[in-house]
């Protein structure tokens, strides 16, 4: 994923054949290794078939839309939704999903303007954006303070404490979320569907690196 935030631009390609065959063949053990994480930066576009997916709706009549996995039944209009989460449904339901098409991105070369940076202004805590995953070293340096905290004396807490939020904080505020402009649309389910409407997000042409 860092290699995407620091890319110059990104590359794109249609991937329908490979990402299906990705699909077909996906085990749960598949997972626990990293070199499977890197063929997963890919939108696939499903006919709904029974799918198991992320649905975000008005599930308490309250005008307030959130997100819960439920079934997307036959017969409604095709949705994009992530690689994730499209073997997250093949895994659970053990069935294929109908993939209709599939593009998969890659970074497209390195920014030129970046540059180290102390976090917290502690040059213990220095990444370089160019050498370092910023994701994971910020995961490691708060386990290494979480560590220290154990064997602290009662004086050092807070500071520690303090540090290990913020580097907590930083870590998911940066890793959640989209970099890409987002276009929400309500979309009218069949009737069979325990949900009339649920919300539809497209990507549109905006994508900021």
């Keep these: 994923?860092?290699?995407?935030?620091?890319?110059?631009?990104?590359?794109?390609?249609?991937?329908?054949?490979?990402?299906?065959?990705?699909?077909?063949?996906?085990?749960?053990?598949?997972?626990q290794k990293p070199e499977a994480w890197s063929k997963l930066t890919t939108l696939v576009q499903i006919e709904p078939d029974d799918d198991l997916v992320p649905i975000r709706a008005d599930y308490g009549g309250n005008q307030q839309s959130t997100i819960g996995l439920n079934i997307l039944a036959a017969g409604?209009?095709?949705?994009?939704?992530?690689?994730?989460?499209?073997?997250?449904?093949?895994?659970?339901?053990?069935?294929?999903?109908?993939v209709l098409r599939a593009i998969t991105f890659e970074p497209d070369g390195v920014q030129t303007d970046l540059r180290p940076v102390d976090i917290?202004?502690?040059?213990?805590?220095?990444?370089?954006?160019?050498?370092d995953d910023f994701f994971r070293r910020l995961?490691?340096?708060?386990?290494a303070v979480k560590a220290?905290?154990?064997?602290?004396?009662a004086e050092q807490l807070p500071k520690l404490d303090s540090t290990?939020?913020?580097?907590k904080i930083l870590a998911n505020s940066m890793s959640y979320g989209s970099a890409q402009k987002i276009e929400p649309a309500m979309v009218t389910l069949e009737s069979h569907s325990p949900l009339s409407r649920i919300k539809s997000r497209s990507p549109a042409d905006i994508f900021i690196p």
């Design 120 to 131: 917290c202004g502690n040059p213990e805590y220095r990444i370089d954006p160019c050498e």
């Design 139 to 143: 995961i490691d340096m708060r386990s």
């Design 1 to 31: 994923m860092w290699a995407l935030v620091i890319s110059n631009g990104l590359k794109w390609r249609e991937s329908k054949n490979e990402s299906a065959d990705f699909l077909r063949s996906a085990t749960l053990g598949d997972f």
């Design 148 to 153: 220290c905290m154990k064997a602290a004396i």
């Design 164 to 167: 290990q939020l913020t580097l």
């Design 76 to 98: 409604n209009p095709p949705f994009w939704y992530t690689l994730p989460d499209i073997v997250g449904s093949k895994l659970q339901t053990g069935k294929f999903p109908k």
